[in-house]
Structure formats: C-alpha cells, structure tokens
C-alpha cells in the first residue's frame, strides 16, 4: 500500500523567506502527483500537477518537482507572503488515490 | 464553469437518521470522488467513479454508506443510520480521466455533525 508523508507537519517563517516542503512515497508506480492547498474551514484547491513522465511544474511563485526514483517531491514557495498561510497537501494517483497528512504553513508578517 | 457543487454545506442530525449529501461534478468531468476528512484521519477516499460506475469503493467504512451516481451530472452519499464517529468534512471531487491520469477539483465540502 502506498504510504505518503509530509514533513514538517507544521512549519513557521518569517514573511520574505523562500522555503521548501516535502512530500514522501513508498511506491514509485504513480500516475500523476498533485499539490493542493486547504485554508481553514474550507475546500481543497489545486496549485501543481505534476505528470509522472515530468521533473517538474512551475506556477507564478511555485515550484514543484518530482523524482520518483527517491519518492520525493517537493514544493517551492518563493518570498513567501503572509497569503499564503494555509495547510499544504500532496496527493498521489497510482492504481489508488493516497493523500499526505498535510504540512501547516504560517508566514509570519 | 461554478467548479464542484456540494449541498448541504452544513449538517447537524441526531444520531440513527439518515443522511445523504449531494454532489454535481464540473461539467465535462467523466471522473467523480467522495473524500471524508477528520483530524484523526486526514483524508480518506470513500469511492470513485468512472462514467457513472463506481469503481473502487473499498474506502467505504460500511454497510451503512451507500453512494449512486445516477447520471453524469450527479452523485449522492447516503449514511443510513448515521453514528456520532461519521462527524467528519465530506468533500467531493471531480475530474476528467485522460491517459495522463487524474487532476482533481474539490468541492467546498460538507461539514457533518451527528449528535
């Protein structure tokens, strides 16, 4: 069964700061892997998709990349803003749909 | 497009009622998914469909969920009878499934509260 974890599940910065979160899975055999992000009380909201034949995806101030070879994808947050506080998801689409647990973002103004 | 449409947003019941949410894909999207989220849990995929037919409906916690997609437009997940643990974030998703997989959009969700 794929396995996805997200670390830090919290993280905290200061406004300004490029910063970097994590995404981990066991099982390489992936479709595609997707980037959302969740504000308090509400719904989930597509930022990256990443297909399985790419490196990488790139919107505005974000940046995702993919090696499946490690089970690792990140996403880069440039100048992070006070905005962008929120929790941050990484999804897997393999032979199932697997979520990571989420990291919480806080940019401090 | 209004993206995913999910009714009610909120639910208060008592426990042993039952409860269906309601759901209207993005139109154009052949692919549809019930998600329920806790903080125990995160979130879970209950089922999926493909063209109206449910494919993988093994996240469904019991007999007690049910879910129908009628037609293409339209899904319903039903708790018969609904228990104080089903008090969860049940969101609904849709997308089009080409061969480069699925790129999900979620719907605002439905806070469920049983009492």
């Known amino acids: 069964k794929q396995e996805v974890t997200q670390i830090p599940a919290a993280l905290s910065v200061p406004e300004g700061e490029n910063l970097v979160l994590n995404c981990s899975f066991t099982?390489?055999?992936?479709?595609?892997l997707q980037w959302f992000r969740q504000d308090p009380g509400k719904g989930l909201t597509s930022l990256l998709l990443?297909?399985?034949?790419?490196r990488e995806q790139t919107s505005g101030r974000l940046n995702a990349s993919l090696d499946k070879s490690s089970g690792r994808s990140t996403l880069y947050i440039a100048a992070s803003q006070p905005g962008d506080s929120a929790t941050y998801l990484c999804?897997?689409?393999?032979?199932?749909?697997?979520f990571g647990t989420g990291t919480s973002l806080t940019v401090i103004p | 497009d209004a993206g995913v449409i999910q009714s009610p947003r909120h639910e208060v019941t008592e426990m042993g009622q039952e409860v269906t949410l309601r759901c209207k894909p993005i139109?154009?999207?052949?692919?549809l998914f019930w998600y329920r989220q806790t903080m125990m849990r995160g979130l879970e995929l209950l089922i999926y469909f493909n063209n109206n037919v449910p494919i993988d409906d093994s996240g469904m916690p019991e007999d007690r969920f049910s879910a129908k997609m009628p037609n293409a437009s339209f899904s319903t997940l039903k708790i018969q009878p609904s228990e104080p643990r089903d008090s969860a974030v049940y969101f609904c998703?849709?997308?089009?499934?080409?061969?480069?997989?699925?790129?999900?959009?979620f719907g605002p969700g439905t806070r469920l509260t049983v009492l």
């Open positions: 990443i297909q399985s034949s790419q």
């Open positions: 099982d390489s055999a992936i479709y595609n």
């Open positions: 998703a849709s997308s089009y499934s080409g061969i480069s997989g699925y790129e999900q959009f």
């Open positions: 999804a897997i689409t393999g032979n199932q749909f697997y």
């Open positions: 139109s154009g999207h052949n692919s």
